[in-house]
Every structure is written in C-alpha cells, then in structure tokens.
C-alpha cells in the first residue's frame, strides 16, 4: 500500500473513530445522493436497509482502488453545528458510518480489522464488549462513551468483523437527547447485510 493509500486510510479511521460528524460536509447539501434501501459496497458486501428512519446520506468508493469504501446513514433531526474546522455542518441526532477494506488476503484484513479496534478503544471510553453473530456472521460489538467534552455525540456503539479478505467496521453514534436503543438499530441494520461470494 502507498504512503498515500496509508494516509488515506489512517484520515478515514480517524474521522470515524474520533470526530463522527466531521465526515459530514456541506458539499453533501449541493450533491444529495438518492437515498436507498439496496447498497452494494465493495466487491461482496450488500446493505439491505429496512429502517426507514435511517436515511442514506454518503458513500464514497473513491479509495476503491485501494480496497476502501465508506458510507454513512443519517437519523433524526439536523441541527447546524460549526465542526473543529470551522465549517458549519448537519449534526443529526444520530450517525451510522461503515468503512470496508478489501485486502490481498484474509490475514490483511484481520490485521486492519485489529487497528481499527484498537484506534476506536484508545478514543472511547469502553462500557462493554461482546462477540455477536449477524445473518450468520460474527462481529465482536463495542459500546461506549465520548471521553472528549468537544465531541458532539455523548455515546456510541461499533462492530468490528473480518470475512475471507474483507474488513468491516459499523459505527453507530448519538447526541445525549437520542433515545431510541442503539444496540437494536445496529443489530438490525447488520442482520440485513450480507456478503455475496
């Protein structure tokens, strides 16, 4: 991988894992993209949303000569919300990212599978850790707290999985007025996901 195929890479775990609503910019607002329930992501993974209220609101495959993908729904209300970089974004009462690398092999993808673990458990504030089975694949599911009294979500929850070469990393995060069970929405949103080889 290029230093700049890392650079990349490191950029998008870091936005998913320490800012959340820094991804959302207001280029977003001029491009809207068509919000659909079917999303195929990578080469094998397929979202089918069944949660109405979560709205597609990104995807990018633009590292998708690197393997990486992202894509993010949003859920609830927006209100305006003036990010670390001065420019003032939709914060929504909550965000699902999801990032998928595709690798040379399965050991590659474990490996980053890990890094993102560990970056998300150096930035969060752990409440617990479980291993989870989702339309028949494993992930181990994290939740946690913002330790970081500038960040505009109070709390989140993330899974982590490998299949064959592929990484994946589903994160979900809220502001503190967010009342609905983040655990049942993730869930749900991973039982509709598969991977078609």
């Known amino acids: 991988m290029s230093s700049n195929s890392k650079f990349a890479l490191c950029l998008i775990c870091l936005l998913l894992t320490v800012t959340g609503c820094s991804i959302t910019s207001p280029i977003l607002e001029k491009e809207p993209i068509e919000n659909t329930a079917f999303l195929k992501i990578g080469t094998y993974f397929e979202v089918n949303n069944t949660n109405e209220n979560l709205i597609l609101y990104d995807y990018k495959d633009t590292l998708a000569s690197d393997g990486l993908y992202y894509a993010s729904w949003k859920l609830g209300n927006a209100k305006l ?109 991973l039982e509709n996901c598969t991977y078609n080889k």
Do not use: H
């Open 81 to 189: 919300y003036e990010n670390s970089d001065g420019d003032t974004v939709d914060l929504y009462d909550a965000q699902l990212y999801l990032l998928l690398g595709e690798f040379i092999d399965a050991k590659k993808a474990q490996e980053n599978q890990n890094a993102w673990l560990e970056k998300g458990k150096s930035n969060y504030e752990i409440l617990s850790e479980e291993q989870i089975i989702c339309n028949g694949f494993p992930y181990l599911m994290i939740t946690y707290t913002f330790p970081d009294k500038n960040s505009p979500y109070a709390r989140g929850i993330s899974a982590f999985g490998v299949y064959e070469n592929t990484a994946i990393c589903a994160e979900l995060t809220c502001q503190e007025n967010f009342t609905e069970d983040l655990n049942t929405i993730l869930t749900e949103f």
